[in-house]
């Protein structure tokens, strides 16, 4: 039965009066959706967008018009992408280029200061940045291990955050955490990344109660990424995940930097307008086969 019809049934049992425009939208909302991958006038802040998961994603916001920004700590491949980047942009918007390392205050600052400067505001947020792990809890080096993940990882994005939330409350804007499905599917291996990555997981919805109704707050949570990195490496360990990854997976294959992008440029869509503090796990059914025990 039509929620409408309802609706309207119990105000005339109860004689209330109900405005339905608060129930459904204008029916030239439900056409915007024809538009709803169009950032033309965007601008897209991806931290780690220099490789990766975070090229993938300032790849397609270009491609759908947006502006973005282009940062990391290796200026050549902050160059390389930038400049496949603007080929991509319909109008070949040139980029915003800024290498910067995310442990460092001041250059976190200058990053967003930049930004601003550049295009005078920001839309979205992605805080993809971040570096993995394979410590357990009682190897040697573990607290050292453990300080540089939750640097990156966590603190970074905390500081990001709350340099970024003045500018996101004038644009009515969204934050999207990249977390992890480890968080779902743990080994026994990574504690400090996993560790991170859960926080990361419940700041999304504290912060998406903090923060509405003015800006959204999701997660996505990958799962195993065919990047370069992942791809090329031949530490025995990840050869095991890899190997584990593909035979486990329903889908039988590695996800793609597209993969991620794709559902990153939809939670921050007007097709995900209704969603805050919400975690989007995009990982090939892999979740549900592939923690426990990794020899």
């Given at each position: 039965m039509?929620f409408?019809?309802?609706?309207s ?7 209330a009066q109900?405005?339905?425009?608060y129930y ?6 439900y ?6 991958r169009n950032?033309t006038?965007k601008v897209?802040?991806?931290t ?6 975070g090229?993938g994603i300032v790849?397609?916001?270009a ?9 990391g700590?290796?200026?050549t491949?902050?160059?390389?992408v930038?400049k ?6 319909p109008?070949?918007?040139?980029p915003l280029k800024i ?7 001041s250059e976190?600052?200058f ?7 550049t ?6 947020l ?6 993995g792990?394979?410590a357990q809890l009682?190897?040697k080096?573990?607290m050292k ?10 603190r970074?994005?905390?500081?990001l ?8 409350n004038?644009?009515n ?7 992890s499905?480890?968080?779902h599917?743990?080994t ?9 990555k859960?926080?990361?997981?419940m700041?999304?919805?504290?912060m ?10 999701n997660t996505?949570?990958?799962?195993a990424i ?12 990840i050869v095991?995940?890899?190997?584990r990854?593909l ?6 294959r590695?996800g ?6 794709k559902?990153v ?6 097709d995900?307008?209704?969603l ?17 025990i990794?020899?």
């Amino acid at each position: 039965m039509h929620f409408l019809y309802v609706l309207s049934v119990v105000a005339m049992v109860s004689g209330a009066q109900i405005d339905t425009k608060y129930y459904d939208y204008s029916i030239e909302d439900y056409m915007k959706v024809k538009e709803s991958r169009n950032f033309t006038g965007k601008v897209i802040l991806t931290t780690g967008s220099s490789s990766g998961i975070g090229e993938g994603i300032v790849k397609l916001f270009a491609i759908l018009g947006a502006h973005v920004v282009v940062t990391g700590r290796n200026q050549t491949e902050i160059d390389i992408v930038a400049k496949e980047v603007e080929q991509l942009s319909p109008q070949h918007l040139k980029p915003l280029k800024i290498k910067a390392d995310l442990t460092k205050t001041s250059e976190m600052q200058f990053l967003l200061n930049e930004t601003i400067k550049t295009y005078g505001k920001l839309d979205v947020l992605v805080n993809n940045a971040g570096i993995g792990s394979m410590a357990q809890l009682m190897d040697k080096d573990f607290m050292k291990s453990y300080d540089s993940v939750f640097s990156i990882d966590l603190r970074a994005v905390v500081e990001l955050n709350r340099l970024a939330v003045p500018h996101l409350n004038q644009t009515n804007g969204t934050i999207i955490h990249i977390s992890s499905m480890c968080t779902h599917a743990p080994t026994n291996l990574g504690l400090d990344y996993s560790m991170a990555k859960e926080a990361m997981n419940m700041m999304t919805r504290v912060m998406a109660m903090e923060l509405g109704p003015y800006i959204r707050v999701n997660t996505l949570s990958p799962g195993a990424i065919l990047t370069a990195g992942f791809r090329d490496s031949k530490v025995p360990i990840i050869v095991k995940l890899r190997e584990r990854a593909l035979h486990n997976a329903p889908l039988k294959r590695f996800g793609q930097p597209l993969d991620i992008a794709k559902g990153v440029v939809f939670l921050a869509s007007i097709d995900a307008e209704f969603l805050t503090g919400e975690e989007l796990v995009i990982d090939g059914g892999l979740i549900y086969n592939y923690g426990g025990i990794i020899e």
